[in-house]
T-cell receptor, first 114, second 110 residues
Framework: GENVEQHPSTLSVQEGDSAVIKCTYS??????FPWYKQELGKGPQLIID?????GEKKDQRIAVTLNKTAKHFSLHITETQPEDSAVYFC?????????????FGTGTQLKVEL | EAQVTQNPRYLITVTGKKLTVTCSQN?????MSWYRQDPGLGLRQIYY???????DKGDVPEGYKVSRKEKRNFPLILESPSPNQTSLYFC?????????FGPGTRLTVT
């Protein structure tokens, strides 16, 4: 089955700096890669996703890049703010229809320091 | 408001005492799923359901049961809980690719 590795497990940055979280996946059939943000005491929430036919996607201060050949994808957060502090999970899926099975990475605890 | 709800949010129980964690969604989603979250392991899928009366095992189904008698509800049943099922549990639902997660249920089995 699919295996997703995520690094680093913890990341501390100064406010205003950029943060990068990297994930690798094993199943070349995976074609959908979402990123979830989990704030303390809450469930994960989708913040951005990318499909395998796209190399990069951007939404304001966050962006995701995908390298299908190397089987890795990354989350980039620019101009970090204290409210960006949370746990971030990457995931991979082999389906883009209803009922897709997500395999998650182990999470990155991001701390944005003032 | 579109949401996934779980009850209870916190539960402390003893080994062997049957329990049920309820999950309900108001978005008419066909797909529902249960995950457990453990430190250093991320979220792992326990069971999922593609539609009413259709359920299947995820990656870590041992010790759990589910049912899907109605589209909106997907309860997680632990017939005989053990301490290794102490974890944070999340229910999720989706119509397409985006999964919507509930707020979580923190279960402690002593």
């Amino acid at each position: 089955g699919e295996n997703v590795e995520q690094h680093p497990s913890t990341l501390s940055v100064q406010e205003g700096d950029s943060a990068v979280i990297k994930c690798t996946y094993s199943d070349s059939a995976s074609n959908y890669f979402p990123w979830y943000k989990q704030e303390l005491g809450k469930g994960p929430q989708l913040i951005i996703d990318i499909r395998s036919n796209v190399g990069e996607k951007k939404d304001q201060r966050i962006a995701v890049t995908l390298n299908k050949t190397a089987k890795h994808f990354s989350l980039h957060i620019t101009e970090t703010q204290p409210e960006d502090s949370a746990v971030y999970f990457c995931a991979a899926s082999t389906s883009t229809g209803g009922g897709n099975k997500l395999t998650f990475g182990t999470g990155t605890q991001l701390k944005v320091e003032l | 408001e579109a949401q996934v709800t779980q009850n209870p949010r916190y539960l402390i129980t003893v080994t062997g005492k049957k329990l049920t964690v309820t999950c309900s969604q108001n978005m008419n989603h066909e797909y529902m799923s249960w995950y457990r979250q453990d430190p250093g392991l991320g979220l792992r899928q326990i069971y999922y359901s593609m539609n009413v009366e259709v359920t299947d095992k995820g990656d870590v189904p041992e010790g759990y049961k589910v049912s899907r008698k109605e589209k909106r509800n997907f309860p997680l049943i632990l017939e005989s809980p053990s301490p290794n099922q102490t974890s944070l549990y999340f229910c999720a639902s989706s119509l397409g690719v985006e999964q919507y997660f509930g707020p979580g249920t923190r279960l402690t089995v002593t």
